[in-house]
């Protein structure tokens, strides 16, 4: 797929929204598109509005200005527990398991929809702790007590069991070990396999590039830059140019 | 403040208080009373709006302080022939300044809910004592004394006319209010704001605020308890209802009605509710405390910043 | 002065019962502050409409199981409602507000009950007579169910946060009220659910301590005092953590009513409090802190 595809609908579009903290001004008109089955990677310094627009897509946070479209439809103000349900999952920065459940306690936080057979549910659970045997291990534990990495396939896992189209993951290799990053990679690769789109925001620019098809580039509240992961591959100015690296 | 604003604020100041200086002589016997319960109540939501309007501490513990002022001037009126108003003033304000003491120690280690809770069950205790500690405070029943006259000794003293006894009251409040808006615009009442707005930043800063919340919660409990003696000295009885939690309630109620943080806004707020009481009382006699309980629901609901909110940047200039 | 060992028996009996029906006022209350942060003055109240409910239905029926139930409902309804039309709209805001509001409730609703019902008590008859003989005292066996009952109905309410659906829910929603949205989770009908089981606990109680005492406008006010007290000990937001604070406390106050006047006897359960805010603030029963 390329930039500018109009044939096909974008699975997420995010079209102009502006958002504010208070008297700040956090997104300036941020616009961009997933499409069905996509990586899209999402890139930009500290505190330029890229958790911001994930919030903004999970309903988290209400844009003031601006539409948020899934699927063709307006989602712009709807809750976040009704855009859950819809297909979007969320994978926030520090994680944010519960830490007081057990790991299937948190799975079935995502597990327990109306219209999900008792057998779809125990397939689901299988075949993610197939992919995770790490957690199968640990499926009586209290999700606190978990490593950082542990916790953070937890925070993936769980938002698996909603059955997503897409899955918005913020910064999933903060604070994590370099071989966690090999780890995150593979879960990405499960991910496109399964058809789930995915966002991605991160810091770490080469795992970015390296699972993206395509990536935008934000600073200070706006895109900057869009471009196909491949030619970016190939010539890195511009994200040294933004990013500083 | 320009000097429009100043003028058209000490305007306002004078009218309403020269309305409230002719008032006795122009009102029937049980609204003049009435309107001097109002200023006592005010004095209280006022000595209340310290805490919550100005330093952000919510506190349910108000009428331990008022309770105890109203039994401190009991005491001494009581004690002591022939009865002395300093005395009172005295004793009254040493009893809730005790109390306050109390409070504040504690209002420097909890925190916002925790707070406000424990200042409600402190109430309690107080109420507790004095309910069950039948000989000195009279339980139940409370203390009758008689009122004392205006009197400095050795140079003059005249009895209160219900006249001049307003006029007293009045003026009480009227010098109550006038420091307390001179302590809130201070450096000190700007501390006390900034520690409302962001506690860990003010702290950062590096201001102790332990202590400042330990004056504010002194400060706020001396007020109340002048509030107390003034309402033993015009109604000559203490009773344990006064230092039931249910009155800090209403004082809260006072505050967030008149508009928290304004200190005028209180005194108003406690004017609008107990009018409000009385007017219902006469048209449901039953039940009127059901739609003055509603209407103080909807007020929190819509009109949260209370009457006064509006103009509360223009009254703390 | 030597205190027979049948009287201090007799008095640890007494303080379970009574700490049994306090356990179940202050879990509604705790669950309440722990998922939304309200500290729900209006408690006290529900407790005594539940217990005007009981009697009205009592008179009704007949059967004290059926009023138990019904009032239990009943209340759990209007708690319900109270929360859609009054709690929610001040979710977002200052605490303070949500106190005043729930202030005014119990204003409302105290007068309600004095003016539908009269100030003279009314009297719920206990489902059964009967007394076994506890050393040289004969003992109402109602007591002893009361207890019985409370700890069942608090027993069911555990099972049902521990397993079930909406038990996670519950859970979850306390725990992180955000991301139990992104996962899906009703977390408007999960904050409705809760005040409502709140409420109908705090009416169960009401209707099954009845009884006891008269059932009058005014018997929410001590209880929701001392429930808060129990919160606080307890460590808010800690179901187990109450339950044990409240069994603690009535025991000492049992206790202590073998010296001092039941009136003074509260006394004990200020100290407690003190004591706790100044060397365990998060709760005497609740785990350290990290």
Known sequence: MSPGDAAVQPLVKVDDIHTYYGKSHILHGVSLEVGKGEVVG???????????????????????QGKVLFEGQSITHLPAHRLARLGIGYVPEDRRIFRLLSVTENLRTGLDRHGVSKARKTELLDKVYGYFPVLAERRNQAGGTLSGGEQQMLAIARAMMLEPKIILLDEPTEGLMPRMVAEIQRIIDVLNREEVAVLLVEQNV???????????????????????????????????????V | MTRRRTTVYWTGFFVVLGLLIIAPLVLPEFWRRFLTEILIWGLLAMSSDILIGYTGMVSFGHSAFFGLGIYGAAAALLSVSPPSLLLALLCGLVAAAAAAAFVAYFSTRLRDIYFAITTLIFSQIFYVIIFTWTEVTGGENGLTFSRPPLAIPGIFSIRFTPDTLHWFVLGVVGLSYLLLRRITQSPFGMVLQSIRENE???????????????????????????????????NQFAAPDFVFFLVSGEVVIFNVIGGIGTLVGPIVGAAFFLLLREGLSRFFTEYYLIFVGLIFIAMVIFVPQGLLGFARRWLNE | MGIPIEQILIQTVNGVVTGMILALVASGLTLIFGIMDVVNFAHGELFMLGAYVGVIILAATGDFWIALVAATLVIALLGATIYLTTLRPLLGRDPLYTILATFGISLVLQNYALWQFGPVARKIEEPFTGQFTLFYLAYPWYRVVIALLSAAIIGALWLFLKFGTWGIWIRATMQDRVMAQAMGIPVPWVLTAVFAIGAG??????????????????????????AFIVVVVGGMGNLAGSIAAAIFISLLEAYASLWVSPAQAVIVSFIVLILTLLFRPTGLFAPTPK
């Open chain 3, 201 to 226: 606990m705090a009416a169960a109680s009401g209707v099954l301590f009845g009884p006891l005492v008269g059932v009058n406008h005014a018997m929410g006010v001590d209880w929701v005092l001392k």
């Open chain 1, 42 to 64: 999402l890139l930009g310094r500290n505190g330029v509005g890229k958790s911001t627009t994930l919030k903004a897509i999970m309903g988290l946070i209400h844009p003031s």
């Open chain 1, 206 to 244: 080469p795992l970015t590039l390296e699972t993206s098809q395509r990536i935008y580039i934000i600073e200070k509240g706006l895109v900057r830059h869009h471009a196909m992961a491949s030619e970016l591959r190939v010539n890195d100015a511009v994200i040294h140019q933004y990013l500083g």
């Open chain 2, 200 to 234: 860990a930043r003010t702290r950062a800063i590096g201001y102790p605020i332990e202590r400042y919340k330990i004056v504010a919660v002194m400060l706020s409990g001396l007020f109340a308890g002048l509030a107390g003696v003034l309402y033993a000295v015009q």
